[in-house]
Structures are given as structure tokens and as C-alpha cells.
């Protein structure tokens, strides 16, 4: 079977001791992208649909309890 143009040109330019090619590819040029896994059933079910981003405006349901300031007034209160 007969080389292609840009294999033998690649050949050559090893030959001339340039650097290959070959060495420049990403590592995921080798990895297999037809094996995927699907999610299951269960996953699909139990998957977040949303995220629960915080709010500029502070209002996400979210609140600051402090207790020595509810003590304070408690005791300014009773006084």
C-alpha cells in the first residue's frame, strides 16, 4: 500500500532531523471516544435542575442569626 503525501513528507522531515509531529499531538488524540456511559434511571431522577445561586440582593432565604444581639434586646426590652 502506497504512503500518503503528508506521511512522507513527516518521513523527510525526521530524516532531516526535524522534530516530529507526532510528538506535538494531545494526549487525547489517542483516547477512545466511543465507549460513554449513559446515566441511569436513578441518576436522571436525583440530578440538581437548577443551582442555587446566591443573590446580589441577599434575598435567596437565607438569613444571619446573631444571638448576642438578640440577647441585648432582650435585656433593653425587660429593662
Do not use: C, W
Request: proline share 3%; hydrophobic share 30%; aromatic share 12%.
Amino acid at each position: 500500500m502506497a504512503e500518503s503525501k503528508a506521511k512522507k513528507l513527516r518521513n523527510k522531515q525526521i530524516r532531516e532531523g526535524k522534530r516530529s509531529p507526532e510528538l506535538s499531538r494531545s494526549p487525547f488524540a489517542f483516547t477512545d471516544m466511543r465507549t460513554r456511559k449513559t446515566k441511569t434511571k436513578l441518576e436522571q431522577m436525583n440530578k440538581q435542575k437548577y443551582k442555587n445561586h446566591a443573590s446580589a440582593y441577599g434575598d435567596d432565604g437565607s438569613y444571619y442569626f446573631f444571638e448576642e444581639s438578640l440577647f441585648l434586646a432582650m435585656v433593653k426590652k425587660i429593662s
